[in-house]
Structures are given as C-alpha cells and as structure tokens.
C-alpha cells in the first residue's frame, strides 16, 4: 500500500507547486480582464456536497480508468490549492484567512480526496503486480475490502467537510475576519 500513498501525495504536491508558483503570473490579468466576470457560485450544503462527490468519485474512478482518472484530478485539485494558498498568501494577514477560510473544512475535504486517491490508485496498483507475476491473483478479497473502506472512510469524510464548508467556516470566518 505505500506505493499508491507516496504516489498520490506527489502528485497533489506537484499540482500544488505548480499552483502556488503560478498565482503569481495569474495575479498579474488586468483586473479590467475580469470586471464583467460574475461567478455563479451556489453555497449550499447540496451543491458543495455533490461538486465535493463528483472530485471523490472521480478519484476512486482511478480503480476501473487504471489511475488516469486519479492521477488528473489529484494534480488538477492541487493545483487548485495551490493557487488558493498561493493567493491568499499575497495578503497581509495570509495566516488569518487560512485559518478562517480553509481550515475548519479543509482538513476533512483534503483528507478525503487523498484517502479517495489513495484508493483509487489501490487496485491498479495491485493489478500491475499480478501482472509482473508478483502477486497470485489479479485482486484478493483483502484488496477489495480495502478499497472498499477507504472508499467509505473518504465520503464520510467529504459530507463531514461540506457541512463544515457550509455551515461552520463561514462563523469562524465571520468571527476571526471582523
């Protein structure tokens, strides 16, 4: 199991280097660039939750798409940090608004999308070594329960973040920002 482990931390590590070290070409678009941008963002407990489900399955996905599925997403969602970290960072108080805005639901969301990568990563991993002929079966009862736990563990964990996201950040952002 470590492999899958060391694999899906680098890739979300590469993704969020990439991401933290592009915020500052990204802060450089003219803000007249973005003066008729109007995002449509719905901040309720049902749209986080299924946009937070889409990225977990599409991580677990990794079992049936040999990794690929996993491996897009893990340095995509990355990046996204990155570039979240990265331009909070560029703040004056970059600590206080990490911890205001991130935090309280990130360190569940985080965690579940790796325990999803984790996971997704699992049985493809397993397969390749059935097929350099170390390893007896394709997949064992033990493999499947595996990924099975860590499927579960992963989406307890995305529905326990989005109802942080939703309803506890935004008090402890209240609280800490003003």
């Known amino acids: 199991m470590k492999i899958p482990i060391i694999l899906t931390l680098m890739l979300f590590s590469l993704g969020f280097i990439f991401g933290f070290i592009s915020i500052n070409n990204l802060s450089k678009i003219n803000d007249k660039d973005l003066s008729n941008y109007i995002p449509n963002i719905q901040f309720n407990f049902p749209s986080i939750l299924t946009n937070n489900l889409k990225v ?30 990265g331009s909070i960072s560029l703040t004056n108080e970059p600590l206080k608004l990490i911890t205001a805005l991130i935090l309280p639901h990130g360190i569940f969301e985080i965690s579940a999308m790796l325990i999803s990568a984790v996971a997704g990563f699992k049985i493809p991993y397993k397969v390749t070594l059935y097929l ?6 394709p997949l064992t009862e033990e493999d499947i329960k595996d990924f099975l736990k860590l499927s579960l563990i992963s989406i307890i964990l995305i529905v326990i973040a989005a109802f942080i ?5 935004p008090k402890i952002a209240t609280y800490l920002l003003t």
């Open 132 to 137: 350099l002929d170390k390893k007896e079966k």
């Open 165 to 169: 996201e939703v309803y506890i950040t």
């Open 56 to 85: 977990i399955f599409l991580m677990l996905a990794g079992s049936i798409t040999f990794g690929l599925s996993t491996f897009i997403n893990l340095i995509f969602n990355g990046f996204n940090v990155g570039v979240l970290i």
